[in-house]
C-alpha cells in the first residue's frame, strides 16, 4: 500500500484580488520506507507543498492521503494532532525553541503525545546518542553550532518514530562535512524506520541518495531532475 498519495492537487494564493497558481494539478504516491528528493528553483513551490503535506498550510482542491487518513477532512486541530503523530517536519532553519534544552526541545513531542515518563527516558538516551549530542543534552541551541542544531532538529522531528519524514533543505546551511554528517544521519535513521521522506535540495550529492528523483517545474511536479545543470 502506498504511505501517501496526492491526487489533483491545487493551490494558489491571492494578492492584490488575483489568484496567484503556485502548485497545479500535483498527482504523486509515495511507497512506505522511500525516499524522494525534491527540487525546483527557488519559488517553485517546494516549501509550499511540504507545508500542504504536513497541514500547516490549506488546499482547497484534490486530496492528499496518509495511510488511512484523507487530510481535506480534518479541521485545523486535527491536522495539528495528526502532524504531531505521523509526521516529523524538519526546517531549513533548525527552528528549535530556544528557551528549551537540547533534551527538552526532542522530547516536546512526546510530551505533547502523553508519552509515559517511563519509556520517554530511555527513547531520549536512544535518541541523543544516535545524534551524537549526549554531552549537549542540557545545553540550549544558541551555544551549538548549526550542525548540532541540525541534529536536534532531526531528532526531534524522528523520536516519535513517524511514518512520514519531510525535509526542507536540511543541510542548506551547513558546511560541506556537517552537512554530509547531517545528511547520513537522516537517510541512516529514516531507513532503519523504514519511514519515508521527502527531502528538498539543491544537491545532486542528497537525490544521488534518494531513491526516486522529482522537480517542481512551471507549478507541475515532474520525474527527475528537470531543467537543472548540475
Ligand atoms: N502564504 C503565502 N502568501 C503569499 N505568497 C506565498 C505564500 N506562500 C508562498 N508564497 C509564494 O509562493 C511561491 C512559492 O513559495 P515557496 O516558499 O513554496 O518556494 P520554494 O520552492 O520553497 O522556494 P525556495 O527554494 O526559495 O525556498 C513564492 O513566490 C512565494 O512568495
Ligand atoms: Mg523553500
Known amino acids: 500500500m502506498a504511505a501517501m498519495t496526492i491526487d489533483g492537487l ?6 492584490g484580488g488575483l489568484h496567484i497558481e503556485v502548485l497545479r494539478d500535483i498527482s504523486l504516491s509515495i511507497r512506505q520506507g522511500e525516499i524522494i528528493a525534491l527540487l525546483g528553483k527557488s519559488g517553485s513551490g517546494k516549501s509550499s507543498l511540504l507545508n500542504l503535506i504536513a497541514g ?8 492528499i492521503r ?3 487518513h484523507r ?3 480534518f479541521d485545523e486541530e486535527q491536522r495539528s494532532l495528526f502532524r504531531r503523530r505521523h ?6 532553519f533548525f527552528n528549535l525553541i530556544p528557551t528549551l534544552t537540547v533534551a527538552e526541545n526532542i522530547a516536546l513531542v512526546l510530551e505533547l503525545n502523553a508519552e509515559p515518563r517511563a519509556s520517554l527516558k530511555p527513547k531520549m538516551q536512544k535518541m541523543l546518542l544516535q545524534l551524537d549530542l549526549l554531552d549537549k543534552s542540557d545545553d540550549f541551541p544558541d551555544v551549538l553550532s548549526g550542525g548540532e542544531q541540525q541534529r536536534v532538529a532531526i531528532g ?4 516519535h518514530q513517524p511514518a512520514l519524514i519531510l ?3 536540511p543541510t542548506g546551511n551547513l558546511d560541506a562535512t556537517s552537512a ?3 545528511l547520513d544521519l537522516l537517510i541512516g535513521q529514516c531507513r532503519a524506520l523504514n519511514s519515508s521522506l521527502i527531502i528538498v535540495t539543491h544537491s545532486k550529492a542528497v537525490a544521488d541518495l534518494a531513491d526516486r528523483t522529482l522537480s517542481l517545474v512551471d507549478s507541475r511536479l515532474l520525474a527527475g531532475a528537470q531543467g537543472l545543470a548540475w
Open 10 to 15: 491545487h493551490w494558489s494564493y491571492e494578492k
Open 56 to 63: 500547516i498550510a490549506n488546499f482547497h482542491q484534490g486530496e
Open 66 to 68: 496518509i495511510g488511512e
Open 71 to 73: 487530510l481535506s477532512q
Open 87 to 92: 509526521i516529523g517536519f524538519i526546517y531549513q
Open 156 to 159: 526531534r522531528a524522528l523520536i
Open 167 to 169: 525535509a526542507d533543505e
Open 180 to 182: 554530509k554528517q547531517v
